[in-house]
């Protein structure tokens, strides 16, 4: 790295290795503190464990998957799980059984409680395997009896469709809500003002300060990890020598450090749409420096180098430079897709196995979210989904984990979970072709919206959020109660369109109410606009163009007599349309797409003013 020059290293413990107990800091513990038993060995396999049933042992195949007719996978014998791991697995895989459901055959056929789908319904159809083969739902034969119809393969909805109509710019082309802007837009827009971008400009010859790594370190594995859960606790002092006796001028383990510390260096700044344009970002000195480690390692076909571009990614997203991230986000998938089909996580030892499952999923998060406001290529990842487990705990090594570290994965996990939902519902609602009239659409909703649901109701304690208004403290239940209003939003977003489209199915009892539990979910993502501060992490610029996705819909809501009705005041509408604008005109330093977000919401909220004065709506 030329002229890099590590300067005052502190203690040199690698940013929080001081400390403590003996045997019992070894311990696993859970979020609330409580020590876990040591692990203890498994010997379900992969099936029967996510089907929650008995297995039998049997080697090569066990009774059930020689029944089912599927590949019988078993963990190695050297993985144990603990009963935090344990409470883990149980509360997503009761989440994942409720997205394995299928639709049945006919209105008729769904018991219908309150909106949603009878438990008894989505927890026990069954579809036969020609049925599950098929890859999308045809909305248009849906609930006309007669054939069954099948929701499809999990695989078949690990990604996004490839032409989807969810991005937030696509609501300026529906009706009333496209009266609120002067100029045509699309999602195409957004991506050639990022492709049109200045390219990032970084100097990896800076002198590097460590004076502060042990903060840094430990604010990361404290604020940051939690995200991404991908560096683990019990053996980052082992990576802080290796890179150290390097120097941090080579190798995997120095990239990673210097990618800890730049993202826990950012974690200690808070939003950095308030950090001022002429500051250069919190980290970025660290960030530059693994910068200029980066092309050896992007030659390098192995798990660690992949496990650098995802933590690159994350600064990446940071910095809100999503179209940076997406580059090199596609070379890992590539790398990702080779060593997942010549190294199969089953056959993987347990660290490898445990690392490799944690990047994979990183991967198809971050590929997913940014497929979904972008026509952007799909790298092909998401055909491993079935083969990749999901992350079950770091093993312990024998030193002493970082002060702070702890190997946190139950919001990871309720991610995971949550954006396959997602996926599905975009397949099954906002994919091209799909028929999204009123009575085919009746039975999906209420389906999606019963899985939305056992999600939130099957999250373990500590990250469940309360369903009340009030400001949350803990950031990870901000972020989760955020996303889930969102997912509930795109759910029962058709609903808005079809009174849009036409006023007088505003009058249905049915749409109506529908409609209500989609501009109720807008509103609870709008109502607090600083609590996306809390996902400022991972979340920055897709948060934004939530806000100006749901802004948008409330505000073509206002313009409709009937949808009008069931929001809070219009003066509350004001109040909180302005807080929108303010906040998003806060980050449109940090990115072209961002800029014109801002832009479009603030026009809108003009012309909404003035739609309203010229059609009597407004005192």
């Known amino acids: 790295m030329g002229g890099l020059h590590s300067v005052n290293n502190g203690s ?15 311990k696993r513990q ?9 692990r203890r060995a498994t010997i379900a396999c992969e099936i029967c464990r996510s089907r929650k049933s008995r297995c039998d042992g049997s080697r090569p195949k066990c009774r059930l998957c020689i029944e089912l007719n599927v590949e019988c996978i078993y963990r190695e ?45 989505s927890a026990t159809t069954g579809l036969s395997d020609d049925i599950l083969a098929k890859p999308t ?45 002067s100029r045509e ?15 990032l400009q970084l100097n990896s010859s800076l002198t590097l300060d460590l004076s502060n790594t042990a903060a840094y370190v430990q604010a990361f594995f404290e604020r940051v990890n939690v995200w991404y859960a991908c560096v683990n606790p019990y053996n980052w002092t082992s990576y802080y020598r290796t890179a150290l006796s390097q120097g941090f001028r080579s190798g995997a383990e120095s990239c990673i450090v210097l990618l800890v510390l730049a993202l826990g260096n950012a974690s200690t700044r808070g939003s950095i749409s308030r950090i001022s344009p002429d500051e250069d970002p919190p980290g970025m000195s ?42 090199l986000l596609s070379s890992t998938s590539m790398k990702l897709q080779l060593l997942l089909s010549t190294n199969p996580p089953a056959m ?75 996926n599905r519902v975009s397949h099954l609602i906002y994919s091209k072709g799909t028929s999204t009239s009123i009575s085919s659409l009746a039975p999906v909703v209420a389906e999606l919206d019963y899985q939305l649901t056992q999600w939130y109701e099957n999250l373990p304690t500590p990250v469940q959020f309360p369903h009340s208004r009030m400001l949350l403290s803990n950031p990870v239940q901000t972020v989760l109660r955020l996303r889930y209003f969102a997912c509930r939003t795109i759910i029962f977003r058709p609903y808005i369109l079809a009174v849009l489209e036409n006023e007088k199915l505003g009058h249905d009892s049915t749409v109506r109410e529908n409609c209500r539990k989609c501009l109720e979910a807008c509103i609870r993502q709008l109502e607090h606009i600083t609590e996306h501060h809390a996902g400022h992490m991972p979340y920055l610029w897709q948060g934004a163009l939530s806000m100006v996705s749901q802004s948008l819909l409330v505000m073509g809501a206002t313009m409709s007599p009937s949808l009008a009705s069931v929001l809070p005041p219009p003066d509350q509408m004001d109040v909180m349309f302005q807080d929108v604008i303010e906040e998003v005109e806060r980050y449109s330093h940090l990115a072209p797409s961002l800029r014109m977000s801002a832009e479009i919401i603030r026009e809108a909220e003009e012309r909404r003013q003035m739609y309203q004065r010229n059609h009597g709506m407004r005192v």
């Open 185 to 199: 837009y699309n999602p195409q827009h957004l991506l050639q003002l990022e492709l049109n971008r200045t390219p």
């Open 77 to 121: 014998p050297g993985i144990k799980l603990d009963a935090g791991d344990k409470l883990i697995l149980e509360h997503l895989n009761r989440i994942e059984s409720m997205l394995h459901n299928a639709l049945p055959a006919s209105p008729s056929q769904m018991q219908m409680h309150g909106g949603a789908a009878s438990p008894a319904v």
């Open 348 to 422: 993987l030892p347990t660290a490898s196995r445990e690392l490799s499952e944690r990047v994979y999923w990183n991967a198809l998060l971050f590929e997913s979210d940014l497929l979904a406001e972008l026509e952007l290529p799909h790298s092909g990842i998401n055909q491993f989904e079935e083969s990749v487990g999901l992350p079950c705990g770091f093993e312990e090594e024998d030193e002493e984990p970082v002060v702070g570290g702890r190997d946190d994965l139950w919001y990871f996990l309720a991610e995971i979970a949550l954006r396959r939902l997602l």
């Open 137 to 181: 739902l045809n909305l248009a034969n849906a609930g006309t009896g007669g054939n069954q119809v099948g929701l499809g393969t999990w695989t078949n909805f690990s990604s996004m469709p490839k032409v989807h109509s969810t991005p937030a710019l696509n609501l300026l082309q529906w009706p009333k809500i496209k009266q609120l802007v």
């Open 286 to 327: 660290y960030f530059s420096a693994a910068w200029g480690l980066l092309p050896s390692l992007m030659t390098r076909t192995t798990m660690m180098s992949a496990q650098c571009s995802i933590l690159t990614a994350a600064y990446l997203f940071y910095i809100v430079r999503p179209l940076e991230a997406w580059t």
């Open 30 to 38: 859970s979020v609330d503190g409580v020590e876990y038993p040591r």
């Open 12 to 26: 040199g413990n690698g940013g929080g290795s001081a400390s403590t107990p003996t045997t019992a800091g070894r």
